[in-house]
């Protein structure tokens, strides 16, 4: 009875065992088929053949994010296109003929006008009205030389000259920077472009006279060596009689050209020298390259200088040298798009200084495309008005078709 007892008890064990196994392989299968299900249902990540064995991938464009497109609604994003394979040394090139020039807007009294809008100006290229594209009215810093005359016709006035010279590096703002360079026969720098006004003050005080009058080369120096390569608003302020004897590298013509073309403004502080020194004389005596040495040994010679190797004459010796200097002075502010000043008459040179700055650290800039292209090279005149009465307007007139990357004007 015992043992009967025992096989049914290992009986029902193993039943119980069996079933147990047989659920396990049950849930097992379920889950097996459940998880088959799941992989079945997510996208396959598909790797694209090789073409021609060219194992280079090409890769679309990816398009910018475009906000507050309305237009699209719900809609999918279209498919992007695969681009055509381009040749690796194929070059593409964007050409623009915008021409942008600085423009300064002053009321009757030389004072800068701000607040002006777009819409109050008016742009002509060879007569014709052009359509302005760009406009900008932001405050600026700028780069500035100041060239000082230490020839001999300014020796009674240089401490005018320099007292004029510091006089408008205290109308600095920190940003702005100043060069100084001075001249005579030679032109020399004394400081490189800088915002530090002590170290400014100094190099005007250096200044010491020589011989001789280069101020085309100085000009010249200043728009090309210097000024060229150096970005943003910029301008020459020029302290001098206007008188030139001694340049060779640079004329009267040449560098009222380069003023032209460049986009430096240009604002001459005139000193009439003439009737210092020599009395009755109409000035100084005529000056040589040969210095104080030559003048003597030609006295002792013949009673008169040797006459002037390269230069244009005796500067001084006559009025008309005098109005010549003054009608180059004026000829540069205009062609440059500044403004030219006489020392003698201005009350205030502080005044006139502070509108200097505030001028080139506020210039309007303005821009066009022209509506008819040109050929490289080709001189067009501009003509910017102002719609509101009373204003004068000063901006370049000229500039030369395709002279450069930038279609600045006057460039």
Same mark, same amino acid.
């Given at each position: ?22 659920? &396990? ?22 790797? %694209?053949? /090789? ?25 999918p994003p279209a498919p992007t296109p695969t681009p055509p394979v381009m ?8 050409? /623009? ?7 300064? $807007? ?36 700028? /780069? ?15 401490? =005018? ?12 703002? %920190?940003?702005?920077?100043?060069? $100084? ?8 720098? &004394?400081?490189?472009?800088? +915002? ?20 085309? #080369? ?34 009267? =013509?040449?560098?009222? +050209? ?17 009737? @210092? ?43 008309? #040298? ?19 000043? #006489?020392? @003698? ?12 700055? #505030? ?5 309007? /800039? ?5 509506d008819n292209p040109g050929k490289p090279g080709e001189r067009r005149s ?23 990357? +930038? ?5």
């Amino acid at each position: 009875m015992r043992l009967n007892n025992v096989r049914v008890r290992e009986g029902k064990k193993a039943a119980m065992q069996k079933t147990f196994w047989i659920f &396990l392989i049950i849930v097992y299968g379920f889950w097996g088929t459940f998880a088959q299900q799941d992989r079945s249902s997510r996208p396959r990540v598909v790797t %694209p053949p /090789t073409i021609n064995g060219d194992s280079r991938q090409t890769t679309g464009p990816v398009n910018p994010p475009v906000l507050n497109d309305k237009s699209r609604g719900n809609k999918p994003p279209a498919p992007t296109p695969t681009p055509p394979v381009m040749d690796n040394e194929e070059e593409i090139r964007v050409e /623009t003929n915008l021409v942008t020039m600085p423009v300064s $807007v002053l009321d009757r009294n030389g004072r800068f006008v701000s607040g002006l809008r777009q819409s109050d100006f008016q742009i002509f290229e060879n007569g014709i009205p052009q359509k302005i594209e760009y406009f900008q009215t932001v405050e600026q810093p700028f /780069t500035v030389v100041l060239l000082i005359d230490v020839s001999p016709s300014t020796q009674f006035r240089i401490d =005018e000259i320099q007292d004029a010279a510091i006089a408008f590096v205290n109308q600095l703002r %920190p940003n702005d920077r100043v060069m $100084v360079i001075a001249f005579d026969e030679a032109v020399r720098t &004394l400081s490189e472009p800088t +915002s530090n006004r002590a170290r400014l003050r100094d190099a005007i005080r250096q200044a010491r006279f020589g011989d001789g009058t280069s101020l085309y #080369e100085a000009v010249d120096y200043s728009l090309n060596r210097v000024l060229r390569s150096i970005e943003g608003r910029k301008a020459v302020v020029i302290f001098t009689d206007g008188v030139d004897t001694t340049s060779r590298r640079a004329s009267y =013509e040449s560098s009222l +050209s380069d003023a032209e073309e460049s986009e430096a403004l240009i604002y001459p502080i005139r000193f009439n020298t003439q009737r @210092d020194g020599w009395a009755g004389g109409g000035g100084y005596p005529p000056r040589q390259s040969g210095g104080v040495l030559g003048g003597i040994i030609g006295i002792i010679l013949g009673g008169q200088f040797p006459p002037v190797a390269g230069g244009r004459g005796s500067a001084g010796s006559s009025p008309q #040298e005098y109005a010549r200097g003054k009608r180059y002075l004026e000829e540069l502010a205009a062609k440059s798009g500044g403004r030219s000043f #006489e020392a @003698d008459t201005i009350s205030d040179l502080n005044s006139a200084f502070s509108g200097i700055a #505030e001028e080139l650290r506020r210039q309007y /800039t303005i821009g066009y495309y022209p509506d008819n292209p040109g050929k490289p090279g080709e001189r067009r005149s501009i003509r910017v008005r102002v719609l509101q009465p009373g204003l004068v307007v000063k901006a370049k007139s000229n500039y030369v078709y395709g002279s450069g990357d +930038s279609r600045f004007a006057g460039k």
